[in-house]
C-alpha cells in the first residue's frame, strides 16, 4: 500500500492505493472514472500518513466498501495541507489526460 498527496482541480486530496506507481495506467483509469484527469501527485511515506490520521488511518485501509486498488483517506485539502510540509513529500508525479 502506498499513499499519496494529488493536487487535483477541486483541491488536495490524499489517497492510498496498492498500485506501486502514481503513473500506472489502471491507477490513471481509475481516477479519471473519479473525474480526476489532471493532477500533480507526491508520494507520501506510508508510516507518515498512518502517523498523522491515526485511527482515521485504520478506518480508511480496513472499509470494506472502497477498493484495495484506491481509497481516499482525506477529501479535506486544508487539513491535507496542514498535515504534511513539501520537503517530507517524494518527488512530484504530473499527469494531464490527452
Keep these: 500500500m502506498k499513499a499519496a498527496m494529488l493536487f487535483t482541480g477541486s483541491g488536495p486530496i490524499v489517497i492510498l492505493t496498492s498500485y506501486a506507481s502514481l503513473e ?58 496542514q498535515l504534511f510540509g513539501f520537503k517530507e513529500l517524494g518527488e512530484p508525479v504530473y499527469h494531464e489526460a490527452a
Excluded: T
Design 24 to 81: 500506472d495506467p489502471a491507477l490513471l483509469k481509475r481516477l479519471d472514472g473519479k473525474g480526476i484527469s489532471k493532477f500533480l501527485a507526491f508520494d507520501v511515506p506510508i508510516e507518515m500518513a498512518e502517523a498523522r490520521y491515526g485511527g482515521h488511518f485504520q478506518n480508511v485501509l480496513h472499509n470494506l466498501h472502497e477498493s484495495d486498488d484506491l481509497r481516499v483517506l482525506d477529501y479535506n485539502g486544508q487539513r491535507a495541507m
